[in-house]
């Protein structure tokens, strides 16, 4: 089973940048795909950027070239870099793993990320 935690929320002024972290652990192996979505205060949660086991990656609209997400598989690591953070950038951000055997999502916990104004 895969366990995920992500780590690197805050709080940033527009314009800022962050860089989340999501440290996976168990059966790591069985991840086809891994990503980042987010939801803000009443709003449903939005798949923002996601990564195959090949390396290949999709963005939202909304982050595409503010956003880059990778993968350290040596660290068993995700990360997404966030530049250029607008206040609309502010939601809890989730890191997500799809195991393909399983056809099955694991969530991590959450960390919230807050842009001011």
């Known amino acids: 089973q895969v366990q995920l935690v992500e780590s690197g929320g805050g709080l940033v002024q527009t314009g800022g940048r962050l860089r989340l972290s999501c440290s996976t652990s168990g059966s790591i192996f069985i991840i086809n795909v891994l990503a980042w979505y987010r939801q803000a205060p009443g709003k449903q949660r939005e798949l923002i950027a996601q990564?195959?086991?090949?390396?290949?990656?999709y963005y939202a609209d909304s982050v595409k070239g503010r956003f880059t997400i990778s993968r350290d598989d040596a660290k068993n690591t995700m990360y997404l870099q966030m530049n250029s953070l607008k206040p609309e950038d502010t939601a809890v951000y989730y890191c997500?793993?799809?195991?393909?055997?399983?056809?099955?999502?694991?969530w991590g916990q959450g960390t919230q990320v807050t842009v001011s104004s």
């Open positions: 997500n793993a799809f195991e393909g055997v399983n056809n099955r999502h694991v």
């Open positions: 990564i195959t086991s090949a390396g290949d990656t």
